[in-house]
């Protein structure tokens, strides 16, 4: 089977870079992941995209070096073993509130006895090789997003769940369950909690992923430790290029609260 050469590189690099895409194109697709990012992740749960999307997004990014990431719309393991099926090699699954909802994650991802993927794996054949079976249950990433305080209450119970990669925090709505508001940096506790989380999940040798409002942010999570970093996601950069040319057509000054969406 095709390696997953995402850990490889974060253990050769320490971090690595994560596109994200929610603009419903193969061509975007393509073109983001030519870029020479680590990892390209398909967004279903706030990208406008659907099941027929994303397999030619995947398909495009596979074209590339870049290592094809998913997050499905929600822990539901019907989506996220198609998705493997698709080729995903990875699922950063959203709002992972508890170990039960990981332990979900973790079955969908991995085939019996270590879970309950159902066998079928389609395109992950055509990507991974035709030994992508007895390969698959190691290579195929799985991150549980922390993104509330009830997550972070729970965690140490998610982390111990056997057969989770990483952690991915959502800052924009761990921010919202601590009082803030979302797309501006998290702070008081819910920096704290951010901390938090990477420290234990870092403890238990876990990969630590952040989303991030752009690249600037990304140096900076980078710095505090973290592994994998997401900066803004494609429409984020879209937008706020065109905003910059108008700007400049203006003699105006930019300014983005949008969080990286
Ligand atoms: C969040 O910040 O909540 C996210 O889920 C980022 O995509
Ligand atoms: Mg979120």
């Known amino acids: ?61 596979s074209s590339t070096q870049a290592v094809p990431l998913v997050r499905p719309e929600s822990s539901d393991p019907v989506q ?75 965690l140490d119970s998610i982390l111990a769940v056997p057969g989770i990669d990483g952690i991915l925090i959502g800052p924009n709505d761990l921010s919202l369950t601590y009082g803030g508001t979302p797309g501006s940096e998290p702070e008081g506790e819910a920096a704290d909690a951010i901390e938090f989380v990477r420290s234990q999940a870092a403890g238990r040798q876990l990969l630590t992923g952040i989303f991030c409002a752009d690249g600037a942010m ?7 430790g973290f592994q994998l970093v997401t900066p803004g996601n494609d429409a984020a950069i879209l937008k706020n290029g065109c905003l910059q040319q108008l700007s400049h057509l203006a003699g105006t000054a930019v300014s983005n609260q949008s969080g990286g969406y």
């Open 80 to 154: 996220i073993m198609r998705l493997l099926d698709a080729g995903a090699y990875g699922v950063i699954c959203p709002q992972v509130d508890d170990a039960a909802i990981a332990r979900a994650v973790v079955g969908a991802c991995k085939y019996p006895p270590a879970g309950d993927r159902s066998f079928g794996p389609s395109r992950g054949l055509l990507y991974g090789g035709p030994d992508y079976f007895s390969h698959a249950n190691n290579e195929v990433l799985v991150f549980v997003m922390i993104e509330s305080k009830k997550a972070v209450r729970n």
């Open 1 to 61: 089977m095709r390696a997953n050469k995402l850990r490889q590189v974060i253990k050769d690099r320490n971090h690595a870079s994560n596109a994200w895409l929610s603009v419903p194109s193969s061509y975007s697709a393509e073109l983001v992941a030519h870029c020479g990012f680590d990892a390209v992740t398909v967004d279903l749960q706030h990208g406008m995209i659907d099941f027929g999307q994303a397999l030619t997004m995947l398909q495009a990014i």
């Open 218 to 224: 990304a140096r900076r999570r980078i710095d505090q």
